[in-house]
Nanobody
């Protein structure tokens, strides 16, 4: 199993940047694909970005392409989400998720492990 702890959220003005981090426990982090999801008030949790076990493949939601970058450092058991040119519609709780597979998925139902989430608020 793996335990996930997110950090780096906060309040930022539109156009600003934040970098989220997700620290994972366990010795087998490098065998997990990782994903970031977000949930706005009264909306379903949605896919943001995902990365394969070695960082060789990534995927992004259309709404964040060109603005967000997912990366990972397997030596530090950490996955990152760099968020630039933030918009008010990016506001929500951001969750890190893991699945015991080298390959990611855009479906939240295929990630059994989740962090507690970190709040991102973008003001206009």
């Amino acid at each position: 199993q793996v335990q996930l702890v997110e950090s780096g959220g906060g309040l930022v003005q539109a156009g600003g940047s934040l970098r989220l981090s997700c620290a994972a426990s366990g010795r087998t982090f490098s065998s997990y694909a990782m994903g970031w999801f977000r949930q706005a008030p009264e909306k379903e949790r949605e896919f943001v970005a995902a990365i394969s076990w070695n960082g060789g493949s990534t995927s992004y939601a259309d709404s964040v392409k060109g603005r967000f970058t997912i990366s990972r450092d397997n030596a530090k058991n950490t996955v990152y989400l760099q968020m630039n040119s933030l918009k008010p519609e990016d506001t929500g709780v951001y969750y890190c998720a893991a699945r015991a597979s080298p390959y990611f998925s855009g479906s939240k139902n295929l990630y059994p492990y989740w962090g507690q989430g970190t709040q991102v608020t973008v003001s206009s």
